[in-house]
C-alpha cells in the first residue's frame, strides 16, 4: 500500500455522486477474517457512504458514517484460542473441516438471527441500496438482499471455494483448476485430477445437502415462508471478490464480476517499538521470525516441537523473534520471544532474512508483499494450499507437521536461509505482486461503487446460470451428437445390407441360369 493511499481513494472514481445505505456481514469471528473485509467498509463510510456492519469485531473508536452492530457476545472469538491438538483432530482431513465449515457456518446463523437487533432489521423496511456478505459456509445473510431487493456482493477471505464458483457460473474446471481443499500443485497427473474432481463434487454436494438446506429452513423461520431457496438468491450475486492473486496462486479464467483483491488489508509498515527496532538493527547478520498466526496458540504444539524449534535456534548465527503466549525456560540467547508481533512492519526491516509461517492468507499475502522467503508449517484449512503455492515459486520449503524433528526443521531453515536463490526469488514475486493498475483497495471500492451505480451488475451475468448442469456439461448436446452418428451408421449397415442383398441375389440367379 503506499502511503497517500486513502486519500487516493477518496478522489479515484469519484463518479458515484449520491451516498449510499449499504448493510454489510463480515460474520466469521475471527480476526483474520475480518482484516480483510474492514478496509473496504472504512474506505466506503470515508467517501460518504453509509455502512452498517454487523460484525464480532467492532470499532473502538467510532468512524464517521460506519455504524456497528456488535454481535460479539454470541460465539466465542476465533484468536490465539485454537489448539495444535484440536486443529490437528478437526481440520486437518479435507472431509473433517468441510463439515467444520458447514456446521460452524450454521451457528454463525443460528446465533446472530437471535438476536433482537437483526430481528427488528429483517422485520422494518429500511433502505438499504446494497448488502455485502462474508462467504464462508453457509450464507445464510444473503435473504436481506432478497428482502430488501438490492444487489448482493460477495466476499471470500481466501481463495474461492468449490461453492463459490458456482453462484456466478464461473469457470471452475478439476482438471486444471486445483479446489480450495486440495493443494496445489504445478501439474497435476491423473492421480491428482481425479481426486481434485471428487472433492470437488464432493464439496460441492455436502455443501447443498449439509449447509444450503439445514440455513435455508433456518432462515425461512425467521423471513417467513415466502422466503425463495438460498441457491435461488445466490443466483442474483452482482460481484465475487477473493482475497487471492494469480502471481501466486493458480492462473485461471474469471468472469468479469469475479474480482481478485489478494493484498487489501496490506498498509505502510508502522515504525517499531524503539527498543524492537534497536534490537534488530544490531543483528547484522540478519534475524528469523517465527509466527503461526492469531488463531493457533503456539504454546499449545507438542514439546517436541518446542525442543526442536529451541535446538536449531541454538545452531543459528541469526537473532529468532518468536511468536508465543506463555514464557519458555532456558532459551538460547540469541532468541526473544513475544506475545504478539506486528509481523507485516517487522517484514518491512532490512535484515529479516526468513519468516517461518503457518500459510495463513493473510501472512502469505504480507511475505509475499515483503519479498521474503519463508519456511511453512501447514497446519490446516488452506495453509497447506498456500504454503504449496510459495514452494512452487520457489521462495521457500515446507516441513510436514508430524515430521517434524530438530534434523527436518533445521535443514529447511538452513537451505533457505544459505541459498540466495530464494531471497531473489521472493524479491522477483513481490515485484509481480504489486505491479498493477490500481491498489487491492482501489480496485474493491471502483466494483463496489460499480454495483451501486449500475443497480447491480445484470450486465455482467454468464449465460452459464441458465443453464442446468447437464447442459453446462454439454450432455445434451453429445446425446445428439451420439444419436446423429449412430443414425448414420444404421442407414450405413442398412444400405449395405441391402446392397449386399441385392448382390448376393443377382450372383444366385446368374448361377441358376448357368
Given at each position: 500500500?503506499?502511503?497517500?493511499?486513502l486519500?487516493?481513494?477518496?478522489?479515484?472514481?469519484?463518479?458515484?455522486?449520491?451516498?449510499?445505505?449499504?448493510?454489510?456481514?463480515?460474520?466469521?469471528?475471527?480476526?483474520?477474517?475480518?482484516?480483510?473485509?474492514?478496509?473496504?467498509?472504512?474506505?466506503?463510510?470515508?467517501?460518504g457512504?453509509?455502512?452498517?456492519?454487523?460484525?464480532?469485531?467492532?470499532?473502538?473508536?467510532?468512524?464517521?458514517?460506519?455504524?456497528?452492530?456488535?454481535?460479539?457476545?454470541?460465539?466465542?472469538?476465533v484468536?490465539?484460542?485454537?489448539?495444535?491438538?484440536?486443529?490437528?483432530?478437526?481440520?486437518?482431513?479435507?472431509?473433517?473441516?468441510?463439515?467444520?465449515?458447514?456446521?460452524?457456518?450454521?451457528?454463525?446463523?443460528?446465533?446472530?438471527?437471535?438476536?433482537?437487533?437483526i430481528?427488528?432489521?429483517?422485520?422494518?423496511?429500511?433502505?438499504?441500496?446494497?448488502?455485502?456478505?462474508?462467504?464462508?459456509?453457509?450464507?445464510?445473510?444473503?435473504?436481506?438482499?432478497?428482502?430488501?431487493?438490492?444487489?448482493?456482493?460477495?466476499?471470500?477471505t481466501?481463495?474461492?471455494?468449490?461453492w463459490?464458483?458456482?453462484?456466478?457460473?464461473?469457470?471452475?474446471n478439476?482438471?486444471?483448476?486445483?479446489?480450495?481443499?486440495?493443494?496445489?500443485?504445478?501439474?497435476?497427473?491423473?492421480?491428482?485430477?481425479?481426486?481434485?474432481?471428487?472433492?470437488?463434487?464432493?464439496?460441492?454436494?455436502?455443501?447443498?445437502?449439509?449447509?444450503?438446506?439445514?440455513?435455508y429452513?433456518?432462515?425461512?423461520?425467521?423471513?417467513?415462508?415466502?422466503?425463495p431457496?438460498?441457491?435461488?438468491?445466490?443466483?442474483?450475486t452482482?460481484?465475487?471478490?477473493?482475497?487471492?492473486?494469480y502471481?501466486f496462486?493458480?492462473?485461471?479464467?474469471?468472469?468479469?464480476?469475479?474480482?481478485?483483491?489478494?493484498?487489501?488489508h496490506?498498509?505502510?509498515?508502522?515504525?517499531?517499538?524503539?527498543?524492537?527496532?534497536?534490537?534488530?538493527?544490531?543483528?547484522?547478520?540478519?534475524?528469523?521470525?517465527?509466527?503461526?498466526?492469531?488463531m493457533?496458540?503456539?504454546?499449545?504444539?507438542?514439546?517436541?516441537?518446542?525442543?526442536?524449534?529451541i535446538k536449531?535456534?541454538s545452531?543459528?548465527?541469526?537473532?529468532?523473534?518468536?511468536?508465543?503466549?506463555?514464557?519458555?525456560?532456558?532459551?538460547?540467547?540469541?532468541?526473544?520471544?513475544?506475545?504478539?508481533?506486528?509481523?507485516?512492519?517487522?517484514?518491512a526491516?532490512?535484515?529479516?532474512?526468513?519468516?517461518i509461517?503457518?500459510?495463513?492468507m493473510?501472512?502469505?499475502?504480507?511475505?509475499?508483499?515483503?519479498?521474503?522467503?519463508?519456511?511453512?508449517?501447514?497446519?490446516?484449512?488452506?495453509?497447506s494450499?498456500?504454503?504449496k503455492?510459495?514452494?512452487n515459486?520457489?521462495?521457500?520449503?515446507?516441513?510436514?507437521?508430524?515430521?517434524?524433528t530438530?534434523?527436518?526443521?533445521?535443514?529447511?531453515?538452513?537451505?533457505?536461509?544459505?541459498?540466495?536463490?530464494?531471497?531473489?526469488?521472493?524479491k522477483?514475486?513481490?515485484?509481480?505482486?504489486?505491479?498493477?493498475?490500481?491498489?487491492?483497495?482501489?480496485?474493491?471500492?471502483?466494483?463496489?461503487?460499480?454495483v451501486?451505480?449500475?443497480?447491480?451488475?445484470?450486465?455482467?451475468?454468464?449465460?452459464?446460470?441458465?443453464?442446468?448442469?447437464?447442459?453446462?456439461?454439454?450432455?445434451d448436446?453429445i446425446?445428439?451428437v451420439?444419436?446423429?452418428?449412430?443414425?448414420?451408421?444404421?442407414?450405413?449397415?442398412?444400405?449395405l445390407?441391402?446392397?449386399?442383398?441385392?448382390?448376393?441375389?443377382?450372383?444366385?440367379?446368374?448361377?441358376?441360369?448357368?
Amino acid at each position: 500500500m503506499k502511503v497517500l493511499q486513502l486519500a487516493v481513494i477518496l478522489t479515484t472514481y469519484n463518479v458515484c455522486s449520491e451516498s449510499a445505505n449499504i448493510l454489510a456481514f463480515p460474520t466469521f469471528p475471527g480476526y483474520s477474517h475480518f482484516i480483510i473485509i474492514e478496509p473496504l467498509l472504512k474506505a466506503l463510510a470515508s467517501r460518504g457512504h453509509n455502512v452498517t456492519v454487523v460484525s464480532y469485531f467492532p470499532q473502538k473508536t467510532p468512524i464517521k458514517n460506519y455504524h456497528d452492530i456488535d454481535v460479539s457476545h454470541t460465539l466465542p472469538l476465533v484468536t490465539n484460542n485454537v489448539t495444535a491438538d484440536y486443529s490437528l483432530k478437526n481440520f486437518r482431513n479435507s472431509i473433517d473441516f468441510m463439515q467444520f465449515i458447514y456446521d460452524y457456518s450454521y451457528k454463525i446463523c443460528e446465533a446472530i438471527f437471535k438476536e433482537k437487533q437483526i430481528q427488528d432489521m429483517i422485520n422494518s423496511t429500511s433502505d438499504y441500496d446494497l448488502v455485502i456478505t462474508e462467504l464462508f459456509g453457509s450464507d445464510c445473510f444473503t435473504a436481506f438482499a432478497y428482502q430488501y431487493k438490492v444487489p448482493l456482493i460477495t466476499i471470500v477471505t481466501t481463495i474461492g471455494f468449490p461453492w463459490t464458483h458456482k453462484r456466478i457460473a464461473n469457470p471452475d474446471n478439476p482438471s486444471y483448476i486445483a479446489n480450495y481443499f486440495f493443494p496445489v500443485k504445478k501439474n497435476m497427473n491423473l492421480y491428482d485430477r481425479f481426486i481434485n474432481t471428487a472433492t470437488t463434487l464432493l464439496a460441492n454436494i455436502g455443501y447443498y445437502y449439509m449447509s444450503d438446506i439445514p440455513s435455508y429452513k433456518l432462515t425461512k423461520k425467521y423471513f417467513g415462508e415466502s422466503l425463495p431457496p438460498l441457491y435461488e438468491i445466490y443466483k442474483n450475486t452482482s460481484l465475487i471478490m477473493t482475497n487471492s492473486h494469480y502471481s501466486f496462486r493458480q492462473v485461471q479464467p474469471f468472469l468479469p464480476n469475479f474480482i481478485e483483491i489478494g493484498g487489501i488489508h496490506l498498509k505502510e509498515p508502522k515504525p517499531l517499538p524503539k527498543d524492537l527496532k534497536e534490537l534488530l538493527d544490531k543483528s547484522s547478520q540478519g534475524f528469523i521470525v517465527l509466527s503461526l498466526g492469531s488463531m493457533l496458540r503456539c504454546s499449545t504444539l507438542p514439546k517436541h516441537v518446542i525442543n526442536a524449534f529451541i535446538k536449531t535456534f541454538s545452531k543459528l548465527p541469526y537473532l529468532v523473534l518468536w511468536k508465543i503466549e506463555d514464557d519458555l525456560p532456558s532459551l538460547p540467547q540469541n532468541v526473544i520471544t513475544k506475545k504478539w508481533l506486528p509481523v507485516n512492519d517487522v517484514l518491512a526491516h532490512p535484515n529479516v532474512k526468513l519468516l517461518i509461517m503457518h500459510g495463513g492468507m493473510a501472512t502469505t499475502i504480507e511475505v509475499i508483499n515483503a519479498g521474503v522467503p519463508v519456511v511453512g508449517i501447514p497446519m490446516f484449512a488452506d495453509q497447506s494450499g498456500n504454503v504449496k503455492s510459495v514452494v512452487n515459486k520457489g521462495i521457500g520449503v515446507e516441513v510436514d507437521y508430524f515430521d517434524i524433528t530438530e534434523e527436518t526443521f533445521y535443514n529447511a531453515v538452513n537451505k533457505v536461509t544459505s541459498d540466495p536463490s530464494y531471497s531473489e526469488n521472493a524479491k522477483k514475486l513481490s515485484r509481480t505482486f504489486n505491479d498493477r493498475l490500481n491498489t487491492p483497495l482501489e480496485t474493491a471500492v471502483f466494483w463496489t461503487e460499480y454495483v451501486l451505480r449500475h443497480k447491480g451488475t445484470s450486465n455482467l451475468k454468464s449465460p452459464a446460470l441458465d443453464l442446468s448442469w447437464y447442459q453446462l456439461a454439454l450432455l445434451d448436446v453429445i446425446f445428439v451428437v451420439f444419436v446423429i452418428i449412430l443414425t448414420i451408421l444404421s442407414l450405413i449397415y442398412i444400405i449395405l445390407r441391402v446392397v449386399k442383398h441385392y448382390l448376393f441375389t443377382s450372383i444366385n440367379k446368374k448361377n441358376k441360369k448357368e
